[in-house]
Nanobody, 119 residues
Framework: QVQLVESGGGLVQAGGSLRLSCAASGDTFSINPRAWYRQAPGKQRELVAAISSGGSTNYADSVKGRFTISRDNAKNTVYLQMNSLKPEDTAVYYC?????????????WGQGTQVTVYS
């Protein structure tokens, strides 16, 4: 069974910071948490930041310079440090992981964590 446990969301004033965590586990699967997405009400889910197994990162233009994605391979956990938050960052944030078992591979989503930024 694959588990992605997300934490760190909440309510924060504009200009504040939050740190999201996504811890991955699974008994018989290889799980690689690799990215954060977000979905605001009435909008499509969008990529916020991604990190490769080698540590290369890419970010949505809207968060560059404010958000930082990182990973702890020993804990199989990926983080999203969010600074200088804006009301438009308000959304449900989802962790995404690449999962493999033998020759099969697929992507798996966490349950999401709400981030609300008020002005």
């Amino acid at each position: 069974q694959v588990q992605l446990v997300e934490s760190g969301g909440g309510l924060v004033q504009a200009g504040g910071s939050l740190r999201l965590s996504c811890a991955a586990s699974g008994d018989t699967f290889s799980i690689n948490p690799r990215a954060w997405y977000r979905q605001a009400p009435g909008k499509q889910r969008e990529l916020v930041a991604a990190i490769s197994s080698g540590g290369s990162t890419n970010y949505a233009d809207s968060v560059k310079g404010r958000f930082t994605i990182s990973r702890d391979n020993a804990k199989n956990t990926v983080y999203l440090q969010m600074n200088s938050l804006k009301p438009e960052d308000t959304a449900v944030y989802y962790c995404n992981a690449a999962v493999s078992s033998g020759s099969r591979g697929w992507y798996y989503w966490g349950q999401g964590t709400q981030v609300t930024v008020y002005s």
